[in-house]
């Protein structure tokens, strides 16, 4: 396949091959999960495809669709793959956590096409098109928080849709205000019109409400830790591999790649950023519902993306993208053990668990692993990645953002030993009995943890590829 047939197949394979599953779905579950993982496979092949001419040169693959423009470039490649990569294994593991449940027609039609936007998005070259698939992931999402149609299940739904739509409709009126000022929707067009003067800081506004909404961050982040009661295969695919990252990858792809914005707006990101870290660690700190914490603990650990990205530094952009595969792993670990302590427990409050490291040991030791990343504790992944945000923002001269992120990090140590205290450790809270999960749940999670083990330890390889995205995201190479 061409370089542009393959960004066309990383989002169309997907998106459209979504809308078959229902259809397979009544005729054969098993042949429906088997197609909904190798949609996913296809897209992480064909972002693996590009990575040969997009990291092994200066090259920036383009395609189009419905006369859009779309973009591969090494940042686009990384994050797909990322995306990509994580929603494989969360789809492995849903195979037997949904197994029990109606609707699963429909679970594997929105996670599919779930990722199949996010696709879309990342490689959007125009902001219209990048603004459709933005929408098209809240839909899916709005589904899947509401998965199990409870009353209180669907109200929640609904707050996490409005809330990201409402976000979404002022981000557009910024990128209305972009074509008023430039005459184009195109990203490099405006880029070109703008010639490095920076955006108005009402566009630039209007656009961050929307991010920051998407992304669950200060004052916007109310409606994550509430998304906890999905199934946990979808708060897994929410909050580490596909829907908070997209926050994150929009205001790179705009306000590192594209365009410069006002002092104004460094500090307002950096504030947001620290007062959300503080916020929702604290909140983690004496939360309850296991699922809950580990969403504060999401809401803590995308300020960090955005105080590498927003530093403005080399490295601390480099560890912001290091950040969103390492905080994708641990994090997406992290939440399918939850799942399966509560499949087998049939609780999420801490308080009522203890001891499950006797009949969940895989499990345990996997959470724990998980945790130290996310924790930043060498020589796990997340180490390299928090350690790099932080002593970015020190030489942007950001010090005392740089110490308020030390503050965060030091909670969250503080909240995941007390999870891992209360879950794993110590006699049972109860009088039953758990058992370990299903051999593809403990396996999806344990692939994970390896992962992130791996990539750790072998830091050279998804580092090299961090820096190589971000020389091209600075213009170093053309």
Known sequence: MTEPSLILAAILIPSLGALLLPLIGAASKRARNAIAALLVLGALAANVALMPSVFGSSQIVEASLVGLRLVADRLAVFVGATSSLISLIIVIYSFDYIEHYDHQNEYYLMVVLFLGSM???????????????????????????????????????????????????????????????????????????????????????????????????????????????????????????????????????????????????????????????????????IETDLKRIIAYSTVSQIAFIFLGLASGTTIGITGALLYILMHGLAKGGLFLCA???????????????????????????????????????????????????????????????????VVGAIFTILYLFRVFNRVFLGESASGAHPREGSRTMVGSVAALTVLSLVAGVAINWPGKLAELAVTQMLGVVK
């Not at 405006?190 to 566009?203: F, M, N, Y």
Request: aromatic letters at 10%.
């Open 119 to 285: 696709m879309g998005l990342v490689f959007s070259g125009n902001l219209i098109l990048l603004f459709i698939f933005w929408e098209l992931t809240a839909i899916a999402s709005w589904r899947l928080i509401g998965y199990f149609r409870k009353e209180s299940d669907v109200l929640r739904a609904n707050k996490a849709f409005l809330v990201t739509v409402f976000g979404a409709l002022l981000m557009l009126l910024g990128f209305v205000m972009l074509w008023s000022a430039t005459g184009s929707f195109d990203l490099a067009e405006i880029k070109s019109h703008l010639s490095g003067s920076p955006i108005s800081d009402v566009a630039l506004v209007l656009i961050l409400v929307g991010i920051l909404s998407k992304s669950a961050t200060l004052p916007f982040h109310t409606w994550l830790p509430d998304a906890g009661v999905a199934p946990s295969p979808v708060t897994s695919l929410l909050h580490a591999a596909v829907l908070v990252k997209i926050g994150v990858y929009v205001f790179a792809r705009l306000f590192v790649v594209n365009f410069a914005y006002s002092n104004f707006g460094h500090t307002l990101v950096l504030v947001l950023a620290a007062a959300s870290a503080l916020v929702s660690a604290g909140a983690a700190l």
């Open 339 to 405: 799942g399966i302590v509560e499949h087998q427990t049939h609780t999420k409050d801490i308080t009522r668990l203890g001891g499950l490291r006797h009949q969940m040991p895989i499990t345990a030791l996997s959470f724990l692993l998980c945790a130290l990343s996310v924790m930043g504790v060498p020589p796990l992944g997340g180490f390299f990645s928090k350690a790099m945000v932080i002593m970015g923002a020190a030489d942007a001269g950001r010090p005392w953002i740089a110490a308020t992120f």
